[in-house]
């Protein structure tokens, strides 16, 4: 499915010119139909997922990471 500039926008949450910016700099894919620039679906969705960031382990001061169930005291 190809999406509009302000459907890909809104879909990820971000402004219309972030899409233009990402596409400028090679990050996502567009088509061009008759002077329309579409974004397709799975270019959105792949670029979205390249700069999601992952949490790998919470610091709670140096040397001490934080893991699901311990106690804070």
Do not use: W
């Not at 090679?26 to 679906?41: C, I, T, W």
């Not at 799975?42 to 169930?69: D, F, Q, T």
Request: proline share 5%.
């Amino acid at each position: 499915m190809l999406l509009t500039k302000k459907d890909a926008a809104k879909r990820r949450g971000i402004a219309p010119r972030t899409v233009d910016r990402l596409v400028r700099d090679g990050e996502l894919e567009a088509v061009e139909f008759y002077g329309r620039r579409k974004y397709p679906e799975a270019s959105v969705e792949a670029c979205y997922n390249r700069h999601l960031v992952r949490s790998s382990a919470r610091e709670i001061r140096p040397g001490v990471v934080y893991k699901p169930g311990m106690k804070l005291v």
